[in-house]
């Protein structure tokens, strides 16, 4: 999705801050790639994670990309992110 976003012709995404929430874990643990094209575009990235995943494995890649790119990453129950679903909209 991040990918998709980055790789975009129509809008310009350099200083870009995405606000992402996320239900299901990534299950692929290389972000180096993802990270650089961040990196290159000055996006920061929020993640909003369940912690009541409904797949994938790995939690930490959302942290990390968040961590390399000078963003933010909470985990917190499903009643929450109904309420910070607004907030992120704004």
Not at 8 to 15: D, S
Not at 31 to 51: A, C, E
Not at 77 to 82: A, E, K, M, S, V
């Amino acid at each position: 999705m991040l990918n998709r976003f980055l790789d975009n012709n129509q809008v310009p995404v350099c200083g870009s801050n995405i606000g992402v929430l996320v239900k299901r874990y990534p299950n692929e643990t290389d972000i180096s790639g993802i990270v650089s094209k961040l990196r290159r575009f000055h996006v920061t990235v929020t993640f909003m994670t369940s912690r009541n995943s409904s797949g994938g494995m790995y939690s930490e890649t959302l942290y990390n990309i968040a961590s390399r790119t000078y963003g933010f990453c909470s985990f917190d129950d499903n009643n929450n992110l109904n309420w910070v679903s607004c907030l992120l909209i704004r």
